[in-house]
């Protein structure tokens, strides 16, 4: 990998940064499936988006989003979005929509998406998050070095990432990534690349951006199975400041400890659970199939057999394989325990983060670790607070703990995230000190945190004119992009100014430049 500092097997599922994690994989027979990652990990800063207040949704919204959700819909498909709505433990308003739908809502206008409109609302999450970051943390944006954007459902060209790199004018030597079509586990995806590629590359700033986009994916068909993202998705977005620089330790919030990374692709059942697809009239929209919890739970199943040997202690461990035992060579065991042992992860971490999919993704997974509901709080508060923001809901939920003081000086912090595909991916990270910090995204006002001026600072110009409007000019001819014309100015352009000036002194260089030689006597010129 071309300088990467990893140590393990080819086909890794997890990685760690922890030589007795790897220990206890190795004698536990899976060693092939975890990499131990030399170079460390730090989260130095984290910033959840705060839409616009106008777009946030009002009480009054509320009876007029109702309309304008059902009004093509028949009685019985209006009475199920409704008992979704009740359900789905977001709340009835206080989240975010954008403009394309909120706006046209409130007038009953017709829902008529733009790419415009689009790539207006990436913007602000995308630039209005890193801005927040990088002022937050101190950072000057020419020391980014690496950035990483995910969004699941909107995917333009130029992608996201380029859109980043235009708009802060990050150097041409900037390492990007953008990643589409990954789901709501994006985020730690999209984390778990990061700190490959923070392995292979020394001394470097990462920012991961996570967000999704509404205003081009808001379903107006009338099939029940994709009716129900227009429940629970909402507008969202985080930024995260990542370094693996040994003197950024002192500053940092967090240690990442381990990845672990899940995918059932190969399953059927697993890859159909999730799919964007278009319904009986064409309209295109995501599917969730009624197998979803059972290829979650099948997901988290597998994904915590991995971490449970990473991080739950001995004592944990053994009753687990004890009761695994036990149940293979007794029925009559079987018969009185017949749940098998769950281990208890509160030994191993502090806190929570448990991707906000929906009501009935928390309750079963509290249900399935026996987790009480203070550990749940940051998970049910995001999701009726925020909705489901996709790849972001874990950074929300992370930002909440900061937020009301949870987060101390040696805690372990568990993010799981579960997306189409099937995934389900994990991440632990180790608190560095006591972290209390303020997030604009859970503190009530906004006077006191000078939002106002964060807003007034949204000049984002969005789209470029539609084509045909300003640029052009009437004398171009677009054939010539591939025509002789097109070829002569890529010469010229590429033979303007060669690159061995910006290493070599023009007076050195071929031909001497257009400077004058050092070793002119007559003052004249050299030839």
Not at 157 to 164: D, F
Not at 195 to 208: G, I, M, T, W
Not at 209 to 226: A, K
Not at 310 to 315: G, K, M, V
């Amino acid at each position: 990998r071309g300088g990467a500092v990893l140590e393990g097997g080819g086909g890794m599922s997890a990685t760690t940064h922890l030589r007795g994690a790897q220990l206890k994989a190795r004698l536990a027979g899976k060693s092939r499936g975890v990499d131990r990652a030399q170079r460390p990990v730090y989260l130095l800063g984290l910033h959840c988006y705060r839409p616009p207040e106008e777009w946030r949704i009002l009480e009054e919204d509320t009876p007029k989003l109702n309309k304008y959700f059902q009004q093509e819909l028949t009685p019985e498909a209006a009475a199920f979005v409704q008992k979704v709505a009740v359900n789905s433990g977001v709340a009835a308003h206080g989240q975010f929509f954008p403009p394309a739908v909120l706006d046209k809502a409130r007038t009953g206008e017709q829902y008529r998406p733009t790419m415009a409109l689009a790539r207006e609302e990436a913007e602000d999450a995308l630039f209005t998050s890193m801005t927040q970051l990088l002022e937050e943390t101190g950072v000057d944006v020419k020391q980014i070095g690496v950035v990483v954007v995910n969004c699941s459902l909107f995917n333009p060209t130029p992608s996201l990432s380029a859109m980043v790199v235009n708009h802060f004018k990050l150097p041409s030597d900037v390492i990007t990534y953008n990643l589409g079509g990954m789901g709501c586990s994006a985020g730690l995806l999209s984390l778990t690349l990061a700190q490959d590629v923070l392995q292979a590359h020394p001394n470097r700033l990462c920012v991961v951006l996570s967000m999704e986009n509404i205003t081009c994916n808001f379903y107006r068909g009338t099939e029940r199975s994709m009716l129900i993202p227009n429940v629970l998705f909402r507008v969202g977005a985080s930024a995260v400041l990542l370094s693996n620089r040994g003197r950024d330790r002192p500053r940092a919030k967090y240690e990442l400890l381990h990845t672990v990374r899940t995918h059932l692709g190969a399953d059927e059942e697993a890859y159909r659970c999730v799919f964007q697809q278009e319904d009986q009239d064409g309209v295109v929209g995501v599917r969730l199939d009624k197998k979803l919890m059972k290829v979650a739970g099948k997901a988290l199943k597998k994904n915590m057999e991995t971490l449970g040997l990473l991080c739950l202690p001995l004592s944990e461990q053994l009753r687990f394989l004890k009761d695994a035992k036990r149940r293979r060579k007794s029925a009559e065991y079987r018969e009185a325990h017949p749940e098998p042992y769950v281990p208890d992860f509160t030994q191993a971490f502090s806190h929570f983060c448990i991707h906000a999919g929906g009501r009935g993704v928390l309750d079963a997974v509290q249900e399935n670790l026996k987790l009480g509901d203070d550990r749940m709080q940051p998970s049910r508060e995001t999701l009726a607070n925020y909705g489901n923001t996709s790849s972001s809901s874990i950074w929300y939920e992370l930002a909440w703990s900061e937020h009301h003081g949870r987060v101390r000086r040696g805690d372990k912090v568990w993010q799981i995230a579960f997306g189409s595909g099937f995934k389900c991916n994990s991440a632990v990270w180790k608190a560095l000190r006591d972290v209390d910090t303020v997030h604009v995204a859970w503190s009530p006002g906004r006077a006191d945190l000078s939002l106002e001026a964060a807003m007034a600072r949204r000049t984002f110009k969005g789209s470029l004119p539609p084509a045909g409007e300003g640029n052009t000019r009437e004398d171009d001819d677009p054939g010539e992009i591939l025509g002789r014309a097109g070829t002569r100015i890529f010469s010229q352009t590429f033979t303007k100014r060669p690159w061995y000036h910006r290493i070599v002194p023009p007076a050195f260089a071929l031909g001497g430049g257009d400077s004058a030689s050092s070793g002119s006597t007559n003052g004249q010129k050299s030839p």
